[in-house]
């Protein structure tokens, strides 16, 4: 029996433009996203040179029923770690980056200062490229967000992942105010910066549920958004409980629109990062 639906069938990674990302990456001594949660569009996205940087290492200090990325004590922090992604976005030429992390709650501030430091490092080599930051909840600590809005990127994006009553079992060491109220408080600090969040279906949630999921991010101020189809990573994960089609898809993304966000991606392949430069732009 086939395991998915034709529809989420992905290029096989691969090629000389493919290859030439992950050298860079290695050598660097970084981590992606892309490759820590399995992502389905990893193909596309290295190929045409682009990839959404992990920093804090690649271990998280959560286990979400839903992650791929490696749960456990994370290592102690590469001080080289902003510099480096720095130097890799101006080999690689890119004009829109996106930084994101494992969570740390081991750190008093979450990894905040990280993060800064690695916008630092981007403005100081690489000044015209826009940068976007997709941060954990930092466990709703205010100065860690002060923190990352001080630093001015142009887009702030932290997850809901799922919807509120999947929160215990998905995701039981989150908190899903505690994400809308991070959310909130970007634009009370600078009503500049784009925000933005996006979740995952198929994990048992009905349409009443995604639709209250859509009318609290809205009234959270967000401004662009995501949506895509949950993929288990492996068979300890969280079970795929129903495949969304393209048009269900579209239909939540007309829905979306329809109560003012800016900009949506919406689609079984869609990822918190996929075509993020064109929401900003």
Same mark, same amino acid.
């Given at each position: 029996?086939?395991?998915?639906?034709?529809?989420?069938?992905?290029?096989?990674?691969?090629?000389?433009?493919?290859?030439?990302?992950?050298?860079?990456?290695?050598?660097?001594?970084?981590?992606?996203?892309?490759?820590?949660?399995?992502?389905?569009?990893?193909?596309?996205?290295?190929?045409?040179?682009?990839?959404?940087?992990?920093?804090?290492?690649?271990?998280?200090?959560?286990?979400?029923?839903?992650?791929?990325?490696?749960?456990?004590?994370?290592?102690?922090?590469?001080?080289?770690?902003?510099?480096?992604?720095?130097?890799?976005?101006?080999?690689?030429?890119?004009?829109?980056?996106?930084?994101?992390?494992?969570?740390?709650?081991?750190?008093?501030?979450?990894?905040?200062?990280?993060?800064?430091?690695?916008?630092?490092?981007?403005?100081?080599?690489?000044?015209?490229?826009?940068?976007?930051?997709?941060?954990?909840?930092?466990?709703?600590?205010?100065?860690?967000?002060?923190?990352?809005?001080?630093?001015?990127?142009?887009?702030?994006?932290?997850?809901? @992942?799922?919807?509120?009553?999947?929160?215990?079992?998905?995701?039981?060491?989150?908190?899903?105010?505690?994400?809308?109220?991070?959310?909130?408080?970007?634009?009370?600090?600078?009503?500049?910066?784009?925000?933005?969040?996006?979740?995952?279906?198929?994990?048992? @949630?009905?349409?009443?549920?995604?639709?209250?999921?859509?009318?609290?991010?809205?009234?959270?101020?967000?401004?662009?958004?995501?949506?895509?189809?949950?993929?288990?990573?492996?068979?300890?994960?969280?079970?795929?409980?129903?495949?969304?089609?393209?048009?269900?898809?579209? @239909?939540?993304?007309?829905?979306?629109?329809?109560?003012?966000? @800016?900009?949506?991606?919406?689609?079984?392949?869609?990822?918190?990062?996929?075509?993020?430069?064109?929401?900003?732009?």
């Amino acid at each position: 029996m086939r395991r998915h639906p034709d529809w989420l069938k992905v290029k096989i990674p691969g090629g000389k433009d493919f290859v030439k990302m992950k050298k860079l990456l290695r050598s660097s001594k970084l981590h992606t996203i892309c490759e820590e949660a399995k992502c389905p569009n990893i193909a596309e996205c290295f190929s045409r040179g682009t990839a959404v940087f992990l920093i804090l290492g690649n271990i998280c200090t959560r286990n979400c029923k839903y992650c791929n990325v490696k749960n456990g004590v994370p290592s102690e922090i590469n001080p080289d770690e902003p510099r480096n992604v720095a130097v890799s976005v101006k080999q690689l030429g890119l004009d829109y980056v996106v930084i994101t992390s494992v969570t740390r709650d081991d750190l008093d501030d979450g990894g905040a200062t990280i993060f800064c430091k690695t916008i630092r490092e981007i403005r100081n080599l690489t000044p015209d490229c826009k940068i976007e930051v997709l941060i954990p909840d930092f466990k709703g600590n205010g100065r860690s967000l002060k923190k990352i809005i001080d630093s001015k990127p142009e887009v702030i994006n932290h997850n809901i @992942e799922v919807v509120k009553d999947l929160f215990p079992d998905i995701r039981p060491q989150g908190n899903y105010m505690v994400s809308l109220n991070l959310l909130k408080n970007i634009k009370k600090l600078d009503n500049c910066i784009k925000s933005k969040s996006g979740f995952m279906i198929g994990l048992g @949630e009905d349409k009443n549920q995604i639709i209250k999921t859509l009318e609290d991010l809205k009234k959270s101020s967000v401004d662009f958004l995501t949506i895509g189809q949950y993929l288990q990573p492996s068979r300890d994960h969280h079970k795929v409980v129903r495949y969304y089609s393209p048009e269900e898809f579209n @239909e939540l993304k007309k829905i979306g629109l329809k109560m003012g966000f @800016e900009h949506i991606e919406s689609g079984p392949l869609v990822r918190s990062s996929y075509n993020a430069k064109q929401a900003f732009c």
